[in-house]
């Protein structure tokens, strides 16, 4: 900022200088002459929210010659609006720096406000710090209005004293009030100051630098006056966050629309990607970086801490994975805690990303959603499936998922969901209207036999494959105790690793102890998965409770024949194109899977049936489709 350069970001309407204190002290004393009768405000997060509430106070604060960022957030906002040199500049801090070349300049200092007793004790206090410091004048008026005699007055005895500042310390708005009345009535450049001549005084005590580096300073300002200030600074902050946000959104927009630019994506909720630990790890990987080859700017919250399956499957600490920023989100080991933790910190951290879409996925997640949407970010929801209804999970975890689900229902603006079923459940229950955009699917390559041979001793067609998390509701227990009580020479394989359900798994592990034919590989992925699903006879998933099981997708589009529980999520998947058994019952498994065990013929011929249906049906590309149109705020069919 040279003599008379001056750029500002406008923030609430206001218009806040981009500076730091050096250039602010500079343009202060290279135009001291140009600024008598001009006056310099000194904003913060209150008085811009005033401002923005008050056409007449937002006059003053623009007609001033600068509003200086007292504010770390003005700052934060102008630095996060492209001005990467915008620094807080405090009042109280601009005084002393004034003070430090008052000697060498020959200013002389007027101070208006604050108590006498205040006064005096600053009185004392500067000229022991700065001996050689002119004090033109202090003057202390009182809380009700001056007469325009008394007005007159204090104007003349100011202008009498030849000052060259003039400290203002009436607090907001009276102060700048102040000063744009007496604009060009008085010889000096006017400076609000608010509390400082308390703090210069020590009749109030500052907030310590780390608090005010943290922008916590209003905190500390309501522990000393708790009555006065609480809800002053509360719901200012409140105000300030949410009209911030949305008039960054709004700015983000129009320029977007000026440069061609693509969106910038936030994606929360999965534990991990690249990663196959379940479902929604491989939707937000096929979204996420199917969305960055497209342009997108994505960036990918991944869970801290090691794969559920154990360290030997962590991916490590990847800051870019196929196009995607990935950043990782501090959480906790504790099962319990694990996804709320991580949800609130990842929203935390996104809330200051510059996005233009945050997608949540699944419902734990969403118990968050709420607070981008307060700050005018677009918010997008997947409800992969009705989690509450899992049997893994406690009773404090499952009202904490019916609550992201609510969630999601009352403030996303958009809701996805992957089967009709609930996209009738959010009908009924909340009166939500959601898209139904399926999971896709990709037709894979066939891959021979060879790892699994040497690894399990498996032959194409030789065994029965389970593949999924180990939990209660993937129905497992019902298919061991089934495939126990058939003669067969075909081995049960269980693929899949446990999912804060360690219970449930030794339970199953004891289950198919006492049965060699069954092989348990625990987690498996890579060319390993692409055999297992390769050189299946059947594949069973024998769910109680579905979102849209992605295993299930994949198996057809190898050309498994399905064997699967009656559920709504399963046949809307499979249609007439696989076998079905009814929900929780051992008996009616048996029957089937014997059935299929006993006739070859019929399984291959369910299993070629199924590849070019599954694969016509259901597609990545379709998927990002809708979901891009949503994101892009138009109608996604």
Not at 572 to 595: C, I, M, P
Request: hydrophobic share 35%; with cysteine; charged share 30%.
């Amino acid at each position: 900022m040279g003599n008379s350069e001056k750029i500002y970001c406008t923030i609430l309407k206001t218009n806040i200088n981009v500076t730091n204190m050096q250039k602010t002290v500079k343009f202060l004393t290279d135009n001291i002459e140009q600024l008598r009768g001009k006056y310099i405000c000194v904003s913060n997060v209150h008085t811009t929210v005033m401002a923005f509430r008050d056409e007449k106070y937002r006059k003053i604060q623009n007609s001033a010659a600068m509003a200086l960022p007292d504010g770390k957030p003005l700052s934060m906002v102008s630095r996060g609006r492209g001005f990467a040199e915008a620094r807080r500049v405090p009042g109280p801090d601009v005084m002393p720096e004034i003070f430090k070349i008052s000697e060498e300049k020959g200013y002389r200092h007027y101070f208006y406000g604050g108590k006498k007793e205040t006064l005096h004790k600053m009185k004392e206090r500067l000229l022991a710090k700065y001996p050689y410091l002119q004090i033109a004048g202090m003057y202390s008026p009182p809380f009700r209005s001056l007469t325009k005699e008394e007005d007159e007055e204090i104007i003349q005895n100011i202008n009498a004293s030849n000052p060259d500042f003039i400290w203002v310390a009436l607090g907001a708005p009276r102060q700048e009030e102040w000063m744009y009345d007496h604009r060009d009535r008085v010889n000096g450049v006017m400076l609000g100051v608010g509390a400082a001549f308390d703090f210069i005084a020590g009749t109030v005590r500052r907030a310590p630098k780390w608090m005010q580096e943290l922008c916590l300073e209003w905190l500390y300002r309501i522990f000393q006056d708790p009555k006065r200030l609480i809800s002053r600074y509360v719901g200012t902050n409140f105000t300030f966050m949410i009209n911030v946000g949305r008039e960054s959104r709004q700015l983000r927009k129009e320029k977007r629309k000026k440069t061609q630019k693509k969106m910038k994506i936030a994606l929360i909720g999965h534990k991990r990607i690249p990663s196959r630990e379940g479902g929604v790890e491989v939707v937000v990987d096929e979204l996420s970086t199917r969305l960055a080859s497209q342009g997108y700017e994505v960036e990918a919250y991944n869970r801290s801490g090691y794969h559920v399956s154990g360290k030997d499957f962590g991916e490590g600490r990847k800051k870019y994975y196929k196009g995607v920023r990935i950043i990782i989100t501090p959480t906790f080991e504790n099962g319990k805690l694990n996804a709320i933790v991580y949800s609130v910190m990842a929203t935390l951290r996104a809330l200051f990303g510059r996005y233009d879409v945050i997608h949540y996925h699944a419902e734990g997640p969403c118990v968050t959603l709420f607070l981008p949407k307060l700050f005018g970010i677009r918010v997008i929801a997947t409800i992969h499936g009705l989690d509450w209804q899992r049997a893994k999970w406690g009773n404090f975890a499952s009202r904490v998922l019916k609550l992201g689900e609510k969630m999601a229902a009352k403030y996303a603006d958009e809701v996805i969901v992957l089967s009709k079923n609930v996209q009738e459940y959010f009908l009924e229950t909340y009166g939500r209207k959601t898209h139904y955009i399926p999971n896709g699917v990709s037709r894979p390559e066939i891959r021979e036999i060879k790892e699994i041979r040497e690894k399990y001793g498996l032959e194409k067609d030789g065994y029965i494959l389970f593949l999924a998390r180990l939990v209660p509701e993937k129905g497992l227990h019902y298919l061991i105790e089934a495939y126990k009580e058939i003669d067969t020479d075909k081995k049960l394989v269980i693929a899949g690793g446990s999912s804060h359900s360690f219970d449930y798994m030794k339970q199953v592990q004891e289950m198919a102890a006492s049965d060699e034919r069954i092989i348990m590989t625990n987690f498996v992925q890579g060319r390993v998965l692409e055999e297992l699903y390769s050189n299946a006879y059947v594949f069973v998933l024998p769910s109680d409770v579905e979102g849209m099981a992605l295993t299930l997708l994949e198996a057809m589009s190898y050309g498994d024949c399905c064997l699967v529980s009656d559920i709504p999520e399963n046949i809307e998947v499979v249609e007439n194109q696989a076998v079905t058994f009814r929900k929780g019952s051992v008996e009616d498994l048996k029957k089937k899977l014997v059935f299929l065990l006993e006739n070859p013929e019929i399984t291959a011929d369910y299993g070629r049936k199924s590849v070019d249906f599954i694969c016509n049906k259901y597609s990545w590309e379709e998927m990002v489709r809708q979901t891009r149109m949503l994101y892009e705020n138009t109608d996604c069919k």
